[in-house]
C-alpha cells in the first residue's frame, strides 16, 4: 500500500513540475522516491529497488543546491540495500559510515548506528569491546525522544545481541518489551523480527510448542507485510522446528516455500549485481555517484 501511496505522490509530484520547479517538490518527490525503494527491498525486489535508487540520485544531482541534505538519507538507504545482498555486509558498512558523515540528525544518526551493530553482530569480526561500545550507544534511553520505533528497534537490536552472548533471559526480557512497543505502533516488521528470535531462544531451550507457535505468528506477519527476509527466515526455522517433532509432512511443506522464494530472490539478485546502476555501492567520496546522469 505504501508503494502504491508513493507512487501516486510521484506522478501529483510531476504534474506540480508543469508549474512549480520548486525545491520543496525535489525534496518531497527524493522522499516518495525512497520509500519505493525500501518497499522494493523489503519485497526482496532488489533490482527494482537499485533502480529507483539510481533514480534518486538523478535527482539529488540535478537539483543538489537544494537536496545537499539528503545525502546521508541516499547513503543510508544503500546501506540497507547493500544488507540484504550476499557478501555485501563490508559495502553497507562503508555506506553507513558515510552517511554518518552527512548529517547531524538524531533520528538518522540513530537509525544509521542501529543497522550498523546489526551488520556487526552478522559478520562477527568487530572486537567485543568494540561492539559493546557501540551497542551501548544505541541503548533504548538512549534513543531521541519521542521516537517510539527507534526505541522498539533499540530493544530489539539488545535482545538479538543478548540472544548471541547466551544471555537468554535478558534477551526475552528485551524481547517481549519490544513486542509490546511494536504492537502499539503497528510496527509489524518489528513484531514479526521478535517473535523469530523469541522462538529461537524457544527452540534452544527445547520448548517446541512455544517455539512453534512464535515462528507461526511471525511467519503470518511476514506474508502479510510481505516481507521476503522474513519469509525466508520464518519458513527456514519452522521448517527446523516440524523436523524436530517429527511433524515431517509440515516440514517438508515449508522448506518447499523456502526452496521457492531462495529461487526468486537469487534469480533477482544475480540480474541485480551485474547491472550498471550497482555500482552506485561505489559511491562514497565524491560529491555526486560517478556517470549517474549519463545513465538516464
Known amino acids: 500500500t505504501s508503494g502504491i501511496n508513493a507512487e501516486n505522490g510521484q506522478h501529483l509530484i510531476e504534474k506540480q513540475r508543469t508549474y512549480n520547479n520548486d525545491s520543496l517538490l525535489s525534496s ?6 525512497e ?29 543538489h543546491v537544494y537536496l545537499k541534505h ?24 562503508a555506506q553507513f559510515n558515510a552517511a554518518l558523515q552527512y548529517t547531524s540528525e538524531p533520528e538518522l544518526i540513530a537509525f544509521i ?29 538512549k534513543m ?22 547466551g544471555r537468554i533471559p535478558d534477551a526475552k526480557r528485551k524481547l517481549r518489551e519490544t513486542v509490546v512497543m511494536a504492537n502499539k505502533a503497528d510496527l509489524n516488521k518489528l513484531t514479526s523480527c521478535s517473535f523469530l528470535l523469541l522462538s529461537a531462544i ?14 507461526k505468528s511471525a511467519h503470518d506477519i511476514a506474508n502479510r507485510i510481505p516481507d521476503s527476509g522474513l519469509q525466508l527466515w520464518s519458513c ?3 521448517g527446523t522446528l516440524y523436523t524436530c517433532t517429527e511433524q515431517e509432512e509440515n516440514a517438508t511443506r515449508y522448506r518447499a516455500t523456502l526452496t521457492e522464494l531462495s529461487k526468486k530472490l537469487e534469480e533477482d539478485v544475480a540480474v541485480t549485481v551485474n547491472s550498471q546502476e550497482h555500482g552506485l555501492l561505489q559511491w562514497l567520496d565524491s560529491e555526486f555517484p560517478a556517470s549517474s546522469l549519463s545513465m538516464v
Open 28 to 33: 518531497y518527490q527524493l522522499i516518495l522516491m
Open 35 to 63: 520509500q519505493l525503494v525500501l518497499g522494493n527491498l523489503l519485497k526482496g525486489k532488489t533490482s527494482a529497488a537499485i533502480k529507483e535508487l539510481h533514480k534518486c540520485t538523478v535527482v539529488y544531482q540535478k537539483h
Open 70 to 93: 539528503h545525502r546521508s538519507s541516499l547513503h543510508a538507504t544503500l546501506g540497507l540495500y547493500a544488507m540484504v545482498l550476499p557478501d555485501s555486509l563490508d559495502n553497507a558498512l
Open 113 to 141: 548506528k542501529l543497522n550498523t551493530a546489526i551488520v556487526h553482530m552478522k559478520q562477527g569480526l568487530l572486537p567485543g569491546e568494540q561492539l559493546r561500545s557501540l551497542l551501548e550507544s544505541v541503548e533504548p534511553g
Open 144 to 165: 531521541p525522544a519521542k521516537c517510539h520505533s527507534l526505541k522498539a528497534s533499540s530493544y530489539c537490536v539488545q535482545g538479538m545481541a543478548a540472544l548471541m552472548e
Open 202 to 215: 524457544f527452540l534452544k531451550l527445547l520448548n517446541y510448542n512455544d517455539a512453534i507457535e512464535m515462528a
Open 236 to 238: 527456514e526455522l519452522l
